[in-house]
C-alpha cells in the first residue's frame, strides 16, 4: 500500500534548480572574515541588510513598542491569545499608508482590500489558489525569479508559460512576446487565467515602463485574464525612471469599477523594502471582493502573528521615521549599487542598466566556453568551487540566452563586496592569462607541425634527388 501522497514523493519543488544548490554549497562552506576567510561568499541571496541601523535605533528609542507595552502597560497577554484571521486594524491601515508612501501618495489603499499573509510566498501561492485551477496557466516574463516554480505551481497544480524577453530591448516586454506565449499555451491545451510580473524586476533590477504596463492592461484587458504585479521591491527603486505602481496606471487609463479593475491584484511584503524577511510579512491588494474574501480565509494557513503585527504598526505609522527611512536606504542601495557596477566594469564585466532592486544583471557571455546553456553551468560551478562566489545562473531564472548571471550586494558589508568583486577580478585575469597561453600552445603546436611537415617535405625532396644523381 502507497503510504506516502504524490505531492510529498514528487519532485516538482524545484529544490533540484542551480539557485537553490548554490544556497547548499554556501551553508556547506560560508564565507567568515575571522573564521573561514576562503569560505564561499553568498551572493545569491537577495536581502536588505544595508539599515539595520535604522530599525535599531527606532527600537531603542520606542522601547514600548519593543516590550510588547501600550502606555507603558504590558499588553503581552492580549498579544499571545488566538488572534482572527483579518489581522489588527491598526497594523493593516499602517501598511496601506507605508505602500502609499513608497509609491509617492500618487495612489491610496483601503484597508479592507488589504488580506495580510506570512510573506509573498504566502501571498503568490494564495493568489494561485484563488485564480487558477490545476492545469490553469499563468504568463510570466523571462528571466523571473527562481522561487516561482515553486510558489506558483508546486501545490497548486498551476502551469507557468514564459512570456520570452531579450537583450535586444534590455529584457523589456513586448506585444508579439506576450501573443506568442498566449498562442504557446495554447497549443498545449492551457487554459491562460493570467500575467504575472515582478516590478522592479527581479532578477533584471529595472522598473515597468508606463507603456509595458499599459500594454498588458490592455492585453488582460482583451483576452479577459487576471494581472498579477508583484510589487515587493517598491522601495528599493534608487535612480531614475520612478517607481510606477500598476494601480496608479489603472487609475490614468480610467479602468477603475470597470472589469479589469477587479482582475488586477498587487503582492507587497517587507522583506526587502524594511529588510525583515525574518518577520513573514506580506500581503495581497485586490478590489475583487470574492477574491478578498477567499484569501483572507486561505490565510489561516499562513499568518502573521501578533506581537510582529503590533510592533510594526506602531514603527509603520511613525512617518517621521518612515520618510527617512525610505530616502536613507535608497541612497545607500544607490551607492552598494554603484560600487558593484564598477568594481565588475574593471574586471571587463558589464551589467544590465538597472535602478531598482538588491542585485545587478550580469553579463558574462564573454566567458563562457561556448554560447550554450551547459558552459553557463560549467562557467558558474567554477564561480562557486573555484572562485568562492554563490551567485545564480540565467537558466535558473528561466533566461533565455546563456551566460547571464543575478548577483546581491546589499546582504553583505562594503569589505566582503570588496573581496568578493577581486576574487572575480583575479578569476578573469587567470581565465585570460590560460587563454592566451593555450593559444600560444597552440600556435606553437601549429607552427611546431608545419615546420615538420615542410621538413619531411624537404628531405624528401633531397632523397628523391640523391637517388636521381
Not at 508612501?101 to 506570512?118: M, P, Q, W, Y
Amino acid at each position: 500500500m502507497k503510504l506516502l501522497s504524490e505531492k510529498a514523493t514528487c519532485n516538482s519543488h524545484g529544490q533540484d534548480s542551480s539557485y537553490f544548490l548554490g544556497w547548499q554549497e554556501y551553508e556547506k562552506n560560508p564565507y567568515d572574515e575571522i573564521q573561514n576567510p576562503k569560505g564561499i561568499i553568498q551572493m545569491g541571496l537577495a536581502e536588505n541588510q544595508l539599515s539595520f541601523d535604522l530599525l535599531e535605533s527606532w527600537l531603542g528609542q520606542n522601547p514600548d513598542a519593543a516590550g510588547f507595552k501600550r502606555n507603558g502597560e504590558s499588553i503581552f497577554r492580549e498579544l499571545a491569545l488566538f488572534q482572527d484571521y483579518h489581522g489588527l486594524p491598526a497594523f493593516k491601515n499602517a501598511l496601506v499608508q507605508f505602500m502609499a508612501e513608497i509609491r509617492g501618495n500618487k495612489v491610496t489603499f483601503d484597508s479592507n482590500n488589504l488580506v495580510l499573509t506570512a510573506g509573498a510566498t504566502s501571498a503568490n501561492e494564495t493568489l494561485m489558489f484563488c485564480l487558477a485551477d490545476r492545469g490553469d496557466a499563468f504568463l510570466l516574463p523571462t528571466p523571473y525569479y527562481p522561487g516561482f516554480d515553486r510558489d506558483l505551481k508546486w501545490r497548486t497544480g498551476a502551469e507557468i508559460v514564459p512570456i520570452q524577453c531579450t537583450s535586444s530591448n534590455g529584457f523589456r516586454i513586448t506585444k508579439s512576446a506576450l501573443e506568442e506565449a498566449y498562442k504557446e499555451a495554447k497549443t498545449r491545451n492551457l487554459r491562460v487565467k493570467g500575467v504575472l510580473v515582478t516590478n522592479p524586476s527581479n532578477p533584471l533590477g529595472t522598473t515597468l515602463t508606463r507603456n509595458e504596463l499599459e500594454l498588458l492592461l490592455s492585453f488582460v484587458d482583451t483576452k479577459g485574464i487576471h494581472l498579477i504585479s508583484d510589487e515587493i521591491y517598491s522601495g528599493t527603486v534608487f535612480n531614475s525612471p520612478n517607481f510606477v505602481s500598476v494601480m496608479e496606471v489603472l487609475i490614468e487609463k480610467n479602468y477603475m469599477y470597470t472589469e479589469v479593475w477587479d482582475r488586477v491584484h498587487i503582492v507587497y511584503s517587507l522583506s526587502k523594502d524594511l529588510g525583515l524577511p525574518g518577520f513573514r510579512v506580506g500581503a495581497i491588494y485586490s478590489n475583487d471582493d470574492v477574491v478578498v474574501s477567499a484569501a483572507t480565509k486561505m490565510s489561516s494557513f499562513g499568518l502573521i502573528s501578533s506581537q510582529t503585527q503590533y510592533l510594526l504598526s506602531a514603527m509603520l505609522s511613525d512617518k517621521k521615521f518612515t520618510k527617512k527611512y525610505v530616502s536613507e536606504n535608497q541612497k545607500r542601495l544607490k551607492k552598494r549599487h554603484a560600487m558593484m557596477v564598477r568594481g565588475l566594469q574593471s574586471a571587463g564585466i558589464s551589467c544590465l542598466e538597472s535602478n531598482a532592486g538588491l542585485f545587478c544583471w550580469v553579463d558574462m557571455r564573454h566567458l563562457l566556453s561556448s554560447n550554450t546553456f551547459e558552459a553557463e553551468i560549467e562557467l558558474w560551478k567554477k564561480i562557486v568551487y573555484e572562485v568562492g562566489l554563490n551567485i545564480s545562473p540565467g537558466s535558473s531564472c528561466h533566461c533565455t540566452e546563456p551566460g547571464w548571471f543575478r548577483a546581491c550586494f546589499a546582504n553583505m558589508s562594503e569589505d566582503t563586496l570588496n573581496l568578493a568583486i577581486q576574487r572575480i577580478k583575479n578569476f578573469v585575469n587567470s581565465s585570460a592569462i590560460s587563454t592566451d597561453a593555450h593559444s600560444n600552445q597552440t600556435n606553437q603546436n601549429t607552427n611546431t607541425n608545419t615546420k615538420k611537415k615542410l621538413f619531411s617535405k624537404w628531405g624528401f625532396r633531397l632523397s628523391f634527388n640523391d637517388r636521381e644523381r
